[in-house]
């Protein structure tokens, strides 16, 4: 069986501070894909980022780095300097088949001017 | 270019009622996957349908249900509904080469379900 725990229930930070969202899976596959995605109040998932279970170089993109290391099942997400406009809630997912994602149970990011 | 739409944006049913949620996945797009997001939580997948058969499937009861129709369109059907099953019910599409591990999903903005 998949899991991802994601032990920060909440953040709060202040605008232009980094903040970083811990992530950790459960599976038995060799084979699996890791996403993070943003729930903004809106309800609508977004995708931010991808990573696969061969690939473990860190990479930057924007405000956006991960972290990923395999040999403690750890998957984390930074945003450098962030915004208000950061606000969210964040998931970790990971899928071993078809479609199927399995999402942790989210970070509530708040960014405070 | 559109993206997954859903209908309708809120939902009010009382216990026992059967309730349909409608989604037409983004243009492109031919695989429907379903979640169910409770207050608080992480979306669960409840089922995927491609080529209008159901794919695969979570831990969910038979009272969910759906449908693929050939325009790719889905539905979501709960019947006997319970207190419990107040949720937000997200909708996601994919292309036949989403099947792949590394596809990204769209999601679209979720109907929210309120039993009471």
């Known amino acids: 069986a998949q899991k991802v725990t994601q032990a920060q229930t909440e953040i709060s930070v202040v605008e232009k501070e980094d903040v970083t969202l811990d992530c950790v899976y459960e599976t038995r596959d060799t084979t699996y894909y890791l996403f993070w995605y943003k729930q903004p109040p809106s309800g609508e998932l977004v995708f931010l980022i991808r990573?696969?279970?061969?690939?473990?170089q860190n990479e930057i993109s924007g405000r956006y780095s991960w972290n990923f290391q395999k040999s403690t099942s750890s998957f984390n997400f930074t945003i450098t300097a962030s915004q208000v406009v950061d606000s969210a809630v964040y998931f970790c997912a990971l899928k071993t088949s078809g479609s199927r994602l399995t999402f942790g149970e989210g970070t509530q990011l708040t960014v405070n001017p | 270019d559109a993206g997954v739409t859903q209908s309708p944006t809120h939902l009010i049913k009382t216990r026992g009622q059967q309730v349909t949620l409608r989604c037409s996945p983004k243009?492109?797009?031919?695989?429907v996957s379903w979640y169910q997001q409770a207050l608080g939580q992480g979306p669960q997948f409840i089922f995927q349908y491609y080529e209008e058969e159901e794919r695969q499937r979570g831990n969910f009861p038979d009272r969910f249900s759906g449908h693929q129709f050939p325009n790719y369109s889905s539905e979501l059907n709960v019947n006997a509904l319970l207190l419990g099953d107040s949720a937000l019910y997200l909708c996601?599409?994919?292309?036949?080469?989403?099947?792949?591990?590394?596809?990204?999903?769209?999601f679209g903005p979720g109907t929210r379900l309120t039993v009471l």
């Open positions: 996601a599409s994919s292309s036949l080469a989403g099947m792949g591990l590394r596809s990204e999903q769209f």
């Open positions: 243009s492109g797009h031919d695989t």
């Open positions: 990573r696969n279970s061969f690939d473990e």
